[in-house]
């Protein structure tokens, strides 16, 4: 988007802010950016539609991702016994099993 004298002028003034993500000229209000403290004016500086956009598309990468890591664990190789993750095989060495520890006297 072109960025106008008109626009540059509203941004000057306050009422209208640029969107870091998108470049879109908006009104500076609750309306169009997220609130966020730490910012000078109080407000994000991505637009609601560009954060809402990005955390989609990011989203949709983790689901992406995790179902390709899922498919590259080994099924179980011998019927009738259960995979034993790497943490269950770590942590069997510490835990003590019921009824095997001796009765304090």
Request: glycine share 8%; charged share 35%.
């Amino acid at each position: 988007m072109a960025r106008t004298t008109n626009d540059e002028a509203k941004i000057a003034a306050g009422t209208h802010k640029r969107c870091t993500k998108s470049g879109i000229v908006l009104p500076a209000t609750p309306e169009f950016f997220y609130r966020d403290k730490s910012q000078k004016d109080g407000l994000s500086p991505w637009s609601k539609d560009a954060e809402r956009a990005y955390n989609k598309a990011y989203r949709a990468g983790l689901k992406d991702a995790k179902a390709t890591r899922k498919g590259d664990i080994p099924t179980n190789t011998r019927p009738g016994k259960a995979r034993v993750t790497k943490f269950e095989k770590a942590m069997s060495g510490d835990r003590v099993k019921r009824g095997t520890h001796k009765a304090r006297a």
